[in-house]
């Protein structure tokens, strides 16, 4: 079936009381028939639930509609984004393993890879984003993972995935992808060679600001690496929540279309102002990799970058005169969104780290709500006019 008909009609078999929408299963722990049953469970001879810790039909049903979404074989659910990275890296990795990892990463990524990873001899090279020529030299005896997101955050630079992919297969690495920025509707880096793919729930699958959650999604051997850590470490997602993301998935196509259409409104209308210095989006023309995107994504995504005329005091002066707009970290929401990362989601890298991957202080990112874009518009052009007055 097509993304639209999986996202609706993928769900958890019916109970006897053939309920119409899938209920939430909020229990910790399930029945065993007797005890060769209970015994065969543990055994993972035969194919059931256990303790919501390990697995739940909530979760068991959000994940078999991403593995349809993302071409994938099997997946976990964890607590959040951040857990789905951590475990993903956990899992496979062991002391002494180095990961080969594209330099713009999301903050919290790289607090892992800097502060917690080192605490364990595993150990990382940053490579360049415009330069994915020079990466197979950096490539070690013990690199055993390449990771990347794409588009990148905050900066939304699109990297290759099949040039990434076919180098990942040659030196027989793992291609860790963070796809959240586009969402399973728009790219499938599976398709690509990708070997596990990871999301923060809380984004776009959710879609309505309301919960946290993570996803992985891969090949079912690396998979259950990663599953053995997440069972006995314990990022489960509860089972309200694995609902909650599942139902939001229905909507998820027609979410993407509208947050993808305002976004490249959003875009064309700052790149035309006079205030703006220069906009990043995916479906742009001017993107640097406008040609690979189309190639790539199915649309440009919900988010948009731009680079305000003046420094700190500038966007200091447009986020305090944005009316509809939220100032907040979150993304991927029905309503616009609006961050500075140099001071919040990136603010924990050195200003040299922030300054090779494009955040620089007068950097807005703007995560495109399903709001009327005429609306949005005109709050942003507002708010751009109160930095020209200021400027004056």
């Avoid at 020529?133 to 099949?162: R, Y």
């Amino acid at each position: 079936m097509r993304i639209e008909t999986d996202a609706i009609r993928t769900q958890t078999e019916r109970t006897q009381h053939k309920e119409h929408s899938v209920p939430v299963f909020m229990t910790s722990s399930f029945i065993f028939d007797d005890a060769e049953h209970a015994r065969a469970l543990f055994e993972q001879e035969v194919d059931g639930n256990i303790y919501s810790r390990y697995s739940n039909p909530n979760n068991d049903e959000l994940v078999a509609k991403l593995c349809a979404f993302e071409h994938t074989d099997d997946g976990l659910t964890t607590a959040s984004g951040m857990a789905a990275i951590f475990s993903s890296l956990a899992g496979l990795l062991e002391s002494g393993d180095h990961i080969l990892s594209c330099r713009s990463v999301f903050g919290s990524t790289h607090q892992l890879l800097t502060q917690v990873f080192p605490k364990w001899g595993i150990t990382h090279t940053y490579v360049p984003i415009e330069d994915t020529d020079s990466w197979e030299q950096e490539i070690k005896e013990n690199t055993k993972v390449i990771l990347i997101e794409t588009p990148s955050n905050p900066a939304l630079d699109v990297l290759d995935l099949e040039k990434i992919g076919d180098l990942a297969k040659k030196h027989g690495l793992v291609l860790i992808v963070d796809n959240c920025f586009a969402s399973p509707y728009l790219q499938q880096p599976a398709d690509f060679g990708a070997h596990i793919i990871t999301h923060s729930a809380t984004k776009f699958l959710d879609g309505q600001g309301r919960t946290i959650g993570g996803v992985i999604l891969g090949q079912k051997d690396l998979i259950e690496k990663i599953r053995f850590f997440a069972r006995h470490s314990g990022p489960s997602l509860s089972p309200f929540n694995a609902w909650l993301v599942s139902k939001s998935l229905e909507t998820l196509p027609v979410r993407m279309d509208r947050h993808c259409d305002n976004a490249l409104k959003i875009a064309e209308f700052l790149e035309s102002h006079p205030m703006v210095e220069k906009v990043k989006y995916p479906f742009l023309p001017s993107h640097p990799q406008y040609d690979l995107a189309r190639k790539q994504m199915k649309k440009g995504g919900g988010l948009v970058t731009f680079y305000i005329k003046g420094g700190l005091a500038e966007g200091k002066t447009f986020l305090d005169a944005i009316k509809i707009g939220s100032l907040t970290a979150n993304l991927g929401d029905t309503r616009t969104t609006i961050t500075h990362p140099a001071s919040t989601t990136h603010s924990k890298l050195s200003e040299d780290e922030r300054l090779q991957v494009g955040i620089t202080s007068n950097l807005v990112r703007i995560s495109a709500g399903l709001e009327n874009v005429e609306d949005i518009i005109e709050d942003l052009n507002q708010a751009l006019a109160a930095v020209e007055s200021s400027s004056k």
